[in-house]
């Protein structure tokens, strides 16, 4: 435990106090538990760490470590986070960046925040370096469904009344079996739309070491699914992981009602914001922008250089950079 003045620093290996300390200050759910043991299980390190002021938990972060050759060291990154009490964020990353300075010997810690506003802390600096998308959508789950729908394109709102008259039955899925059936449905997504994916048992791991945190869709005609859409949920903050439709779906526009079919149901669990997760310029983004008449950018990537070999990973070795797109892939985008 490192103590400076009030400020107390320290580990956490319960997997209900830290899902509790996440949803109580209102965290991303790439800071819950289950989704450190899915990385865990694939390539990385994990760290919890608690930040309390006089007993008071102001703040937590959970590490993701990842091995560099030497002189790097390693990589320590904090996706959608740190979890931070409003008005605390200073302090909190003065915490961590000391912590990990004195225990997690690396080139940098990286933070992508969910938050639209720039780490005001001293040390940190903005990196190009990012792993999850900043430029997305959040969807603000206070409005009404009369207001949702009104701040969405004439013809999303058209595809979502189309959709929902072709007989489809919309379930969630909790089983293997399940898993596997949307599964042959990404596998289709992909290569049409020609990326990657991770074998299957990455996306078994989700599912079960996330628990109820993985919540998983999917339009059925006549019994056989024909489109679906994967979410991570915290308490304030459904993320969209994945999601894709075969041709049938494709045909009875399933995306539309599947998608509308999520928000809500996020709506009614009380959760507040719904992120599609990531705009470019691509059909996949457009189609998500027919949800809403605004987008959203978050801060981005922020470093804390850790050691005199940072300039090295910042500015352009090539292994560097293709460590980060090794984490991208790592992190299903």
Same mark, same amino acid.
């Given at each position: ?11 956490c290996?319960?997997?209900s106090t ?5 949803n ?7 800071q819950l538990?289950?989704?450190g043991?899915?990385? +865990? !299980? ?7 760490i #608690?930040?309390t002021d ?7 972060? &959970? /590490?993701?470590?990842?091995s ?16 931070c ?9 003065a ?10 010997p ?5 933070i992508?925040?969910?938050?639209e ?6 040390g940190?600096?903005?990196?190009k370096n ?7 959508l959040i969807?603000d ?8 729908? +009104? !701040?969405?394109?004439?013809k999303t709102?058209?595809? #979502? ?7 489809l039955?919309?379930? &969630? /899925?909790?089983?293997h079996?399940?898993?596997?059936a949307c599964l042959?449905i990404?596998?289709?997504?992909a290569s049409?739309?020609?990326?990657a994916?991770?074998n ?10 996330l ?29 969209e992981l ?22 809500t149901k996020?709506?009614?669990q ?8 990531g705009?470019?310029?691509d059909?996949?983004?457009?189609f998500?922008?027919g949800?809403?008449?605004h987008?959203?950018?978050l ?20 292994f560097?950079?293709k ?9 299903g985008k």
């Amino acid at each position: 435990m490192y103590t400076k003045y009030m400020i107390e620093t320290t580990l956490c290996n319960e997997k209900s106090t830290w899902d509790n300390i996440v949803n109580t200050l209102g965290g991303h759910p790439l800071q819950l538990w289950g989704w450190g043991e899915v990385k +865990s !299980a694939h390539n990385w390190q994990i760290q919890r760490i #608690i930040i309390t002021d006089d007993d008071e938990v102001i703040g937590a972060a &959970q /590490i993701l470590l990842r091995s560099l050759p030497k002189p790097l060291n390693r990589l320590c990154y904090i996706p959608r986070g740190p979890v931070c009490q409003q008005g605390r964020e200073a302090e909190v990353l003065a915490a961590i960046a000391d912590y990990t300075k004195r225990n997690l010997p690396c080139v940098a810690l990286t933070i992508e925040p969910d938050t639209e506003n720039p780490p005001q802390a001293k040390g940190w600096r903005h990196s190009k370096n990012t792993i999850l998308l900043p430029r997305t959508l959040i969807l603000d789950l206070s409005k009404t469904t009369d207001e949702l729908l +009104s !701040a969405m394109t004439k013809k999303t709102r058209q595809y #979502i009344r189309k959709s929902s008259r072709t007989g489809l039955t919309i379930k &969630q /899925i909790k089983s293997h079996s399940g898993i596997a059936a949307c599964l042959d449905i990404y596998r289709q997504t992909a290569s049409r739309a020609g990326f990657a994916l991770h074998n299957d048992q990455y996306y078994y791991d989700i599912h079960d070491k996330l628990g109820k945190y993985s919540q998983i869709f999917a339009a059925y005609e006549d019994d056989k699914p024909v489109s679906f859409l994967w979410l991570a949920v915290s308490s304030q903050t459904s993320f969209e992981l994945y999601g894709g439709m075969n041709q049938r779906g494709q045909a009875l526009r399933a995306n539309y009602t599947l998608k509308w079919h999520a928000i809500t149901k996020c709506k009614e669990q009380g959760v507040e914001r719904y992120d599609l997760n990531g705009l470019l310029n691509d059909g996949i983004s457009n189609f998500k922008r027919g949800f809403a008449s605004h987008e959203d950018t978050l801060a981005g990537a922020y470093d804390y250089p850790m050691n005199a070999f940072y300039p090295v990973w910042n500015y352009g070795l090539p292994f560097a950079k293709k460590i980060v797109r090794g984490a991208k892939k790592l992190l299903g985008k």
